[in-house]
């Protein structure tokens, strides 16, 4: 049944239904009239980043970035530009000076959201942003990328959410070892070997783990061998921060054998929560490389080593602090520029102290 | 498809004076290449096509790699050629071909004549990376433009220091930018000062 | 073969032999500002009257260098870019590129990822063939009914791809080993859904276009491509098989879990521009049944394999090449990587589009002016690959 001109008459029957469809079937009109209507964009949608701070009342203060440069390092435009932020003597303090981002370069690719170890960053969801200028105007400064976790919130519930409970995790983990490990010090005096499992119930079953890799007292090594391959055999198998506190706390503590250990640590006072994790007094970013490196006089290479570093915990060389230490000096891991905060300080320090130790 | 030794093996009964050696990949890729030498590049080629165990009439890829000299290596330019076969459904047979740096004397048989889709591939190498193909029915420049010296992608090409604006310069950018006297926030102009003092 | 003009060749090309009129051909440059070039693109055409008797593509005005740019930066930080080659398809980019380091470096992808790998190729696809077949419609005169009619299906994917990954063009989705962030219940509803609506529109779609006697005049017997000089000009995708060749990488490699499903490849006989925009349509009825099936078989599990690093990733020294079944044809990676194994060494991306540009100048030949645009749009380019 086919007239010439049937393709092109069933074609305008479809064009027909589609235009007077459109007065009746929202599906075949589509159009939204920007801007005086605008289309909810979805919760997980991105534009530019931006940095969250956790109280209003002090932002610069309570932002969660550390200035670990590592977002920098992955961004692959190369679009953030830091500079940390030092006190009068040269100290850094763990907080970024400049953070600028160039929107002009940024390709919102969200890399530098996945490798941040610290839910610093985050993507906005903010789409207007047009300037006047080509340039400066582009680029935003601290100031501008500052936004608080109740933004943060109201623009990703979900994420922000998960972001939070995770935080809040990681806090609670972090204090309950600090307590138990001030607890450790005089029961670990008394039996040091022994007792490394004790302290360690409390907290998360992941410490466990890392107990029972106490190397025995019969092994062949000498107790400073024990002390520090119970320490780099729980780093290296656990390899989360908040197990490897525990176990190696007693080799830190007890440099001396065990026999005339049980004299000076019960004299010592427990430290308060918001000390260091562990008895590894020079772990504390706010310290300057001098002090911490005074701080770690014992004769362990592992401990020097540890606090050449920047004392963050932020992963940016692939594990935490003492984990890093711990591979250099049991030669798993050769690559000595890999603290991203610490920068050339720590590299040349890493150095400096590795050759003293090949050489003696 | 046959291990690579047996192919190897067939190729060199059928290919006379055919030098071939066999270039291993990462265990996990389980691509081993063939590398033929210059000369009897295009007779090799030319049996991947014909011969009925292999019907090689798909060219899939065309690329040149770059390998600088190392120590008193020295360093040459590689043509990667990897064929399939549309009528059997089998490969990829990975053919190589190598050739010094130095422009004038890197040249390599083209095989354009046998496969008519290496000819936009071979020209892109020829831009890039100025390797010559002999017998190419239209060998000249095809991504830069035709007055363009140099060849891009050789990993010792030097771009030209032409720096508009850079807000967010890093490493060796930062450097080049200062020297071509690049515009830069008065931030980043203070990190250079810093380092350059040190 | 086809022999490059000289000068004499070019003015002497048409001499009619009972000669009262003595002509001259013209060159003229379509484009590269050119409504239907589908970007930078440039043809220097050698005209005698309106009908081509020589044409040769120009290229490289959207070169962007992403090859060196990759050998500057770690393996995961090429991922964006890759998105940015073939920018309607990013998702079957970032899989060409996660298949061939996986290879290379030997990875395993868990089940449930490979599902998502293959709805989000398969959307991709029907997205980029009803764009296709918009823009070749646009190019032959109909001002923009079947462009919008497509695009309006379009949109409906391009939202589940914002919800899911975050943005709607440039995705950065697949990560070595799996994909970013996991597909919950209800974006595979919302997937359900798309595809329940779309045999309509696809439907309705056909009922538009494909007896219409204007699109038949126009494009039958137009740019015909024959079967051997496809082959042998390295043609891949639906372009080769209208022309005969019945060679799909999905059913080839079997790579990801094609192997496990069920769906037939279309193939035309002759070759011509109505061959290559109804394999289209066929391609996308196909489509629909695979991710019927991936919808409804896909397993429960991680997104992404655990033992992959984001950062410090290094490969084992070594060269490989992966390819997948990209919606313009057969898209690769070819990847080495030296000792340290931190960076790409070398990073090369067979595009689709370039290679299938080769035969351009063979199927214009004795068509006019008008025709080379249609035969353009159906070759499908996107210069974002063919430039790089």
């Known amino acids: 049944m086919g007239f010439i001109g049937k393709g092109l008459f069933e074609g305008m029957v479809v064009t027909a239904r589609n235009f007077v469809g459109s007065y009746f079937d929202k599906e075949r009109l589509v159009t939204v009239q920007y801007p005086e209507e605008r289309v909810q964009t979805p919760e997980n949608s991105r534009t530019f980043p931006f940095l969250v701070y956790d109280d209003d009342k002090d932002p610069v203060a309570t932002m969660r970035c550390v200035a670990c440069k590592i977002c920098e390092t992955e961004c692959p435009p190369q679009c953030i530009y830091i500079v940390m932020d030092r006190d009068e003597k040269g100290k850094p303090r763990q907080r970024p000076k400049v953070f600028d981002i160039d929107t002009s370069v940024c390709m919102q690719c969200q890399i530098c959201v996945e490798v941040c170890p610290f839910e610093a960053i985050k993507m906005d969801n903010d789409y207007e942003k047009s300037q006047y200028g080509r340039f400066d105007e582009l680029v935003e400064h601290l100031p501008d990328l500052l936004k608080s976790n109740e933004y943060y919130s109201k623009i990703k519930p979900t994420e922000a959410s998960a972001v939070d409970a995770k935080l809040k995790a990681e806090k609670e983990k972090k204090a309950k070892k600090a307590a138990p490990a001030a607890a450790a ?47 780099f055999l729980s780093a290296v198998s656990v390899g989360a921060a908040p197990a490897t506190g525990a176990a190696p706390s007693t080799p830190a503590q007890a440099v001396t054998p065990p026999t005339t250990s049980a004299a000076a640590p019960a004299a010592e006072p427990a430290p308060t929560a918001a000390a260091p994790a562990g008895n590894w007094p ?29 004392q963050t915990d932020c992963h940016a060389c692939g594990y935490d602090c003492r984990g890093y230490a711990d591979a250099i000096a049991g030669g798993a891991e050769s690559d000595l520029s890999l603290c991203l905060p610490g920068e050339a300080e720590t590299a040349n320090m890493l150095k400096k102290l590795m050759e003293e130790a090949g050489k003696a | 498809m046959e291990p690579i030794e047996t192919i190897k093996e067939v190729v060199v009964q059928a290919v006379a004076g055919a030098q071939l050696e066999i270039v291993k990949s990462t265990p996990a890729a389980q691509q081993p290449a063939i590398l033929a030498d210059r000369e009897h590049a295009y007779a090799v080629g030319k049996f991947f096509k014909e011969d009925p165990r292999f019907q090689m009439d798909f060219c899939s890829c065309v690329t040149a790699v770059d390998f600088l000299p190392k120590g008193d290596k020295p360093g040459f330019i590689e043509v990667v050629y990897h064929l399939y076969s549309v009528s059997l459904k089998q490969g990829p047979i990975i053919l190589k071909v190598r050739a010094p740096r130095e422009v004038e004397q890197c040249h390599v048989p083209s095989l354009t004549p046998l496969w008519r889709g290496a000819e936009f591939q071979e020209r892109e190498a020829y831009d890039l990376y100025g390797v010559t193909f002999d017998g190419h029915p239209d060998l000249r420049r095809i991504l830069m433009w035709d007055e363009f010296t140099d060849y891009p992608m050789r ?44 | 073969m086809i022999q490059p003009l000289t000068e004499e060749k070019r003015f002497t090309l048409t001499q009619r032999p009972e000669g009262l009129i003595e002509t001259q051909t013209l060159e003229v440059s379509i484009g590269p500002q050119h409504p239907s070039t589908h970007g930078v693109f440039r043809m220097d055409c050698v005209l005698d009257g309106e009908t081509v008797v020589a044409l040769k593509p120009v290229m490289g005005y959207l070169h962007r260098n992403h090859e060196q740019l990759a050998e500057r930066m770690a393996w995961l930080g090429s991922m964006p870019y890759t998105d940015r080659l073939d920018y309607f398809n990013s998702m079957t980019n970032n899989w060409a590129y996660a298949l061939a380091v996986e290879k290379l470096a030997g990875i395993k ?68 080993g799996g994909v970013r962030v996991d597909m919950t219940e209800k974006d595979l509803a919302v997937a359900r859904d798309i595809i329940s609506r779309f045999p309509r529109f696809l439907d309705e779609f056909e009922k538009l276009l494909t007896t219409n006697e204007v699109l038949l005049a126009r494009t039958q017997r137009v740019g015909i491509l024959p079967k051997e000089l496809a082959i042998n000009a390295s043609i891949s995708g639906p372009m080769a098989r209208a022309s005969g060749v019945e060679y799909d990488i999905r059913k080839v490699d079997r790579y990801g879990v094609y192997g496990r499903i069920d769906f037939r490849v279309p193939v035309g ?53 992966g390819r997948v079944e990209a919606p313009k044809g057969e898209l690769g990676f070819y990847l080495v990587s030296d000792e340290g194994g931190k960076q790409p060494y070398r990073y090369h991306v067979r595009p689709p589009s370039f290679i299938n540009l080769t035969t351009l100048e063979d199927m214009c030949l004795g068509h006019k002016v008008a025709d080379v645009v249609i035969i353009l749009g159906s070759i499908d380019i996107v210069l974002g690959e063919v430039d790089r």
């Open chain 3, 269 to 321: 006989d002759i070759g011509d521009v109505y061959d290559r925009y109804y394999i289209r349509v066929l391609e996308m009825r196909e489509s629909i049944k695979i991710l019927q099936q991936a919808l409804r078989d896909i397993p429960a599990g991680p997104h992404v394999a655990p033992e992959v690093k984001l950062r410090n990733f290094k490969i084992p020294p070594g060269d490989g090449y």
């Open chain 3, 109 to 176: 992808v868990p089940e449930h990822a490979e599902y998502v790998r293959v709805i989000m190729a398969e959307l991709t696809r029907i997205l980029n063939h009803s764009c296709v077949i918009g823009f070749m419609l646009q190019d032959l005169g109909a001002w923009g009914t079947p462009l919008l009619y497509a695009f309006r299906e379009r949109e409906k994917i391009l939202d589940l791809f914002e919800a899911v990954s975050g943005s709607r063009m440039m995705c950065n989705y697949m990560r070595f």
């Open chain 2, 155 to 198: 990993k010792d090409y030097e771009p030209p220091a032409d720096y508009e604006w850079e807000p967010t310069p890093h490493d060796d950018t930062l450097q080049r930018a200062a020297q071509a006297g690049g515009i830069m926030p008065p931030t980043a102009r203070e990190e250079l000062e810093k380092t350059k003092k040190k």
């Open chain 1, 185 to 231: 010090k005089p029961a670990a005096a008394v039996a040091p070997k022994a007792v490394a499992p004790a302290p360690t119930p409390a907290t998360a079953a992941a410490s466990a783990p890392a107990a029972k890799l106490v190397i025995p007292d019969d092994a062949p090594f000498s107790p400073e061998q024990r002390q520090w391959l119970s320490g």
């Open chain 1, 282 to 310: 020079w772990h504390d970013p706010g310290l300057g490389m001098q002090q911490r490196l005074d701080l770690a006089k014992s004769a362990l290479l592992a401990d020097k080593l540890m606090a050449a570093m920047a």
